[in-house]
């Protein structure tokens, strides 16, 4: 199998890739369009800012690569904001491939923003396996996607939340798998085996 992770200016590339070696995966770090075309599937990682990131993505043209790629493709935590269709962090237009709207989270007494930590998964479904159901992840994030008919798994902190999504060949989490431990070892290997 062959398995490109893009490159761009994301923050969490190389815990992704670490990830990837602990679970035996081989792997291209890359931004070229041919070898991210021919692979059998794509990890688009993120930390960072949405308008920002994708001003980068349009200047290197990988807006329009990543949204017609046919293979599956794994969008993680930024990753999986920029696969909706608007960010409301800097009023950033996205990639449209979800027709939602990132919304930032509100703050109320005795909870910080960004959700930063372990929180659970509930209501999985689709690509996610039923091991996953109550296990916890790792976030670290300010805004969050609404529950939606895509939703793969929810999360509450706030507000119910998809912490998981699926759209076709497109996938989407928006906690780190590549931080998560046993629980992120199996979101990755259900992405990698089951997709």
């Keep these: 199998m062959k398995l490109s992770i893009i490159k761009y200016n994301a923050g969490n590339i190389r815990s992704v890739a670490f990830a990837l070696e602990r679970l035996g995966v081989n792997f291209e770090i890359t931004d070229d369009h041919e070898k991210i075309r021919s692979a059998d ?79 659970s998964l509930t209501q999985t479904k689709n690509w996610l396996s039923k091991e996953l159901e109550n296990q916890y992840v790792y976030f670290v994030h300010s805004y969050y996607v609404p529950q939606n008919p895509f939703t793969s798994a929810v999360t509450e902190y706030i507000i119910p939340f998809s912490s998981a999504m699926r759209k076709n060949n497109f996938y989407a989490v928006q906690f780190h798998p590549e931080k998560s431990a046993k629980a992120g070892a199996i979101v990755l290997e259900n992405f990698l085996k089951n997709s």
Excluded at 97 to 111: G, L, M, Q, Y
Aim: with cysteine; net charge negative; hydrophobic share 40%.
């Design 41 to 119: 599937k794509v990890i688009f990682p993120g930390v960072g800012e949405a308008s920002s990131t994708m001003k980068y993505l349009e200047e290197k043209k990988l807006d329009k690569l990543i949204v017609g790629l046919e293979q599956p493709v794994l969008g993680i935590c930024l990753g999986m904001q920029l696969m909706c269709r608007f960010s409301e962090e800097n009023a950033t237009p996205c990639l449209g491939i979800f027709d939602e709207t990132v919304k930032k989270f509100d703050s109320i007494a005795n909870e910080k923003i960004p959700h930063m930590g372990w929180n």
